[in-house]
Nanobody, 119 residues
């Protein structure tokens, strides 16, 4: 099993930056896919940024050019650098790391961290 611990959320003014961290422990050898999701009140959780073990990235259109997902393999940690934040980025952000195989994803989830962007 993989355990995840998130950190880095908080309150920031529009235009500001935050960096979220997601540290993994346990059966990390199995991880080949990592992602950050957001969930705003009353909305479904959606993928914001994804990263494969091979280095392929995905970004939701709303964050392209502003957010960057990266990984420090030595620290078993995935980051989400969030720049030029907007009030509509306000949400709980969840990290997920796991295994994507034959079209099926099986991953662990972090506890979530609140990001609030004031106007």
């Amino acid at each position: 099993q993989v355990q995840l611990v998130e950190s880095g959320g908080g309150l920031v003014q529009a235009g500001g930056s935050l960096r979220l961290s997601c540290a993994a422990s346990g059966s990390i050898f199995s991880i080949n896919a990592m992602g950050w999701y957001c969930q705003a009140p009353g909305k479904q959780r959606e993928l914001v940024a994804g990263l494969t073990k091979g280095g392929t990235t995905y970004y939701h259109d709303s964050v392209k050019g502003r957010f960057t997902i990266s990984r420090d393999t030595a620290k078993n940690t995935v980051y989400l650098q969030m720049n030029s934040l907007k009030p509509e980025d306000t949400a709980v952000y969840y990290c997920s790391q796991g295994t994507y195989d034959s079209g099926t994803y099986n991953g662990a989830w972090g506890q979530g961290t609140q990001v609030t962007v004031s106007s």
